[in-house]
């Protein structure tokens, strides 16, 4: 049961990567031609054809919508606000689906559900090596500091090429 599992798992991966292709291409024509990324009539039309109110179709229109954004517009992000939210905020840009993140101790609550909302993968300790080291302390990549969570366009640039992230809290 176990290998049946896995096999699935690569297989909704893969389907996933190749939404992600398609967003991608999708978030250019609407660049290059002007338009807005969000188009709520069509999320809802999607919601009605599938007949489904699954919340995963949520996290796969959010996820395209971050996608399309980080394709066109890279720039800086600071946002403000308590540190939970700063966290959850955090935990939703960080993931993707299949990331896995690296920790070094246990992470706050608000942080982990943000990443699994967005599919990410929290281990502790763990020997990945990972694509990319995110210190919120010196704040290369992203920074927290009291009220304010500081990411760099350079991550938001190569976010989507990323499959494990070494995060140091």
């Given amino acids: 049961m176990r290998q049946d599992l896995l ?3 690569k297989s909704i991966l893969a389907l996933l990567e190749k939404r ?18 969000r188009d ?11 007949c489904s109110n699954n919340p995963l ?13 980080s394709l066109n517009s890279a720039m800086d992000l600071r946002l403000s606000g308590d540190k939970d939210s700063l966290l959850f905020a955090l935990g939703l840009i960080l993931s993707k689906p299949g990331i896995i ?14 990443c699994q909302l967005n599919g990410g993968h929290i281990v ?37 090429r990323l499959n494990s992230v070494r995060l140091l809290l």
């Fill in 124 to 160: 502790v300790g763990g020997n990945v090596t990972p694509d990319a080291v995110i210190d919120l302390k010196t704040g290369e990549l992203a920074k927290l500091e009291g009220e304010s969570l500081f990411i760099s366009a350079a991550f938001i640039e190569s976010r989507h």
């Fill in 57 to 69: 179709l949520n996290v796969l229109f959010e996820a395209s919508i971050f996608d399309q954004q």
């Fill in 20 to 37: 992600r292709e398609i967003t991608r291409k999708i978030g250019k024509i609407k660049h290059n031609n002007g338009l807005p990324i």
């Fill in 40 to 50: 709520a009539e069509r999320e809802l039309r999607v919601k009605s054809e599938l």
């Fill in 7 to 9: 096999e699935n798992t």
């Fill in 101 to 114: 993140i690296c920790v070094n101790r246990a992470v706050p609550r608000s942080l982990e559900a943000g």
